[in-house]
């Protein structure tokens, strides 16, 4: 069965497609068939004007007529799109999301941030090795932050913070906003001693890539973290991209992810961050997988 997940995010567009094939003794086989990302930056649009805009929307039904056609040539068997934080916010989302369904086919669904936390989790346990102690799964957007606490694989904890690295960069949350998300996490470091933070999303990732003393099971320490924090918020977004080898779309946002993701872990106490190679798109299509064996039983 071959399906794929749309995933519009606050900072991209992006389309995964993954094959899922029944293998001896009903062990399945998950492949990854293709990924493609869009910097369509809605947030962009949201956070400062409140609405996406008319050049926006047009790029949005471009995007999503080429994902169509490239499900079509890759004989996808059924597909889940969900938007997040910036057409949750749009004023002009909901009838966004109609005009875009008549004019390319593709049905989005604007998701709230509380279930864009749990499909996060969906497939979290499958990518952490033993789910034995207390967990901290931290996903920074563009527009949001879903942080999820899980003990011993069971979900304690899972909240939506306006707090994302466009909304930051268009002076869009308040010390009030970053003071309550590092309170919730020190209260949270009480009850539950010994978290480990796992983090997902592409800044995440980046960091992890422009480590140098990388594990096996795919962990950075948070001190390196800081480090190479420091060295690109010495530079501009040009040096940045010519110096580390950055995208134009992922210079400038690395910068508040880093904050973001240093926040959380100094309030939780710890000192080094897991990132196993998940994303929400992939939460999506895992998810819609067992939705459909669970009614074929």
Not at 106 to 129: H, P, Q, R
Not at 273 to 280: A, D, E, F, K, M
Request: with cysteine; glycine share 8%; aromatic share 6%.
């Amino acid at each position: 069965m071959r399906l794929a997940a749309i995933d519009i995010g606050s900072n991209g567009a992006r389309l995964l497609i993954k094959n899922f094939r029944k293998i001896d003794e009903g062990e399945i086989q998950i492949s990854r068939v293709m990924y493609m990302r869009v910097p369509l930056r809605l947030g962009t649009d949201v956070f400062t004007l409140g609405k996406v805009s008319k050049a926006r929307m047009l790029m949005m039904k471009h995007t999503l007529k080429a994902f169509k056609q490239i499900m079509k040539l890759n004989l996808v068997d059924d597909y889940r799109a969900c938007a997040t934080s910036a057409m949750r916010d749009a004023d002009n989302g909901k009838r966004l999301m109609k005009h875009l369904a008549k004019s390319t086919g593709i049905k989005l669904e604007i998701i709230d941030g509380k279930e864009e936390a749990l499909l996060l989790c969906n497939n979290l346990i499958e990518n952490i090795g033993s789910p034995k102690g207390n967990f901290a799964y931290v996903d920074v957007g563009g527009g949001s932050t879903e942080i999820s606490i899980l003990h011993d694989g069971a979900l304690m904890y899972s909240h939506s913070y306006n707090i994302g690295t466009l909304r930051m960069l268009g002076g869009m949350v308040t010390k009030a906003s970053f003071d309550r998300l590092r309170d919730d996490m020190q209260r949270l470091a009480k009850d539950m001693p010994q978290i480990r933070m796992i983090g997902s999303g592409g800044n995440i990732n980046k960091l992890y890539k422009l480590s140098k003393n990388k594990l096996p099971e795919r962990s950075v320490a948070m001190d390196e973290v800081k480090d190479i924090y420091n060295r690109l918020k010495a530079l501009s977004v040009e040096e940045r991209i010519e110096q580390f080898g950055l995208k134009a779309d992922r210079a400038d946002v690395i910068i508040p992810a880093s904050e973001i993701f240093i926040t959380i872990a100094d309030a939780l106490g710890c000192d080094r961050v897991q990132v196993p190679n998940i994303c929400l798109a992939d939460c999506i299509t895992d998810g819609l997988y067992r939705g459909k064996t669970a009614a074929a039983l």
